[in-house]
T-cell receptor
Framework: GAVVSQHPSRVICKSGTSVKIECRSL??????MFWYRQFPKQSLMLMAT?????????EQGVEKDKFLINHASLTLSTLTVTSAHPEDSSFYIC????????????????FGPGTRLTVL | RKEVEQDPGPFNVPEGATVAFNCTYS??????FFWYRQDCRKEPKLLMS???SGNEDGRFTAQLNRASQYISLLIRDSKLSDSATYLC????????????FGPGTRLSVLP
């Protein structure tokens, strides 16, 4: 299957700092990447959908000025958590979708290993 | 009502047992369906897609009932390595743009 990497895998930062998380598709071009957040004992919640070369689409309740997404190439999307606070501590997972998203196997989203953010 | 609901769990079963997970979804326009498994503190991994005719992959069988908006996953002869959280995932269209994850059902297979 396709491989998606995330960096860093874990980050601990002080309140008020900004944190950048990278998501890369290593062996395929990802037209669309997705950013999810998962709090302890809860399921994944979609934060935003990122299409290469265009602005991200944010889910309701997700502040676009706080969670900046840049999808500059077909293999890289970044999520920047600006002015992080303890309530932003969570497991952030990206996924990448191969191809145009048409019928069949391109529906599959390949997930990165996640980034665990702890804000002190 | 949540878009995707699952058995609350956890399920604790002995090795070799058969276990079934249930999932319901609220959006009748949903087009495709998946089961993912997620190990503790790891990313979800695709277990299997769910087709209208039902499908089987080794010890795993998935079924879909569109009329009832119900999906199931059956695991036969469970192994210790099957211990994980099983996520029911519903895609609202056929373009991979709208994955909705269920809350997950945790399975512990005991020796």
């Amino acid at each position: 299957g396709a491989v998606v990497s995330q960096h860093p895998s874990r980050v601990i930062c002080k309140s008020g700092t900004s944190v950048k998380i990278e998501c890369r598709s290593l062996d395929f071009q990802a037209t669309t990447m997705f950013w999810y957040r998962q709090f302890p004992k809860q399921s994944l919640m979609l934060m935003a959908t990122s299409n290469e070369g265009s602005k991200a689409t944010y889910e309701q309740g997700v502040e676009k000025d706080k969670f900046l997404i840049n999808h500059a190439s077909l293999t890289l999307s970044t999520l920047t958590v600006t002015s992080a606070h303890p309530e932003d501590s969570s497991f952030y997972i990206c996924s990448a979708q191969q191809g145009t998203g048409a019928f069949g196997s391109y529906n599959e989203q390949f997930f990165g290993p996640g980034t665990r953010l702890t804000v002190l | 009502r949540k878009e995707v609901e699952q058995d609350p769990g956890p399920f604790n079963v002995p090795e070799g047992a058969t276990v079934a997970f249930n999932c319901t979804y609220s959006n009748s326009a949903s087009q495709s369906f998946f089961w993912y498994r997620q190990d503790c503190r790891k990313e979800p991994k695709l277990l299997m897609s769910v087709y209208s005719s039902g499908n089987e992959d080794g010890r795993f069988t998935a079924q879909l009932n569109r009329a009832s908006q119900y999906i199931s996953l059956l695991i036969r002869d469970s192994k210790l390595s099957d211990s994980a959280t099983y996520l029911c995932v519903v895609n609202k269209d056929n373009y991979g743009q709208n994955f909705v994850f269920g809350p997950g059902t945790r399975l512990s297979v005991l020796p």
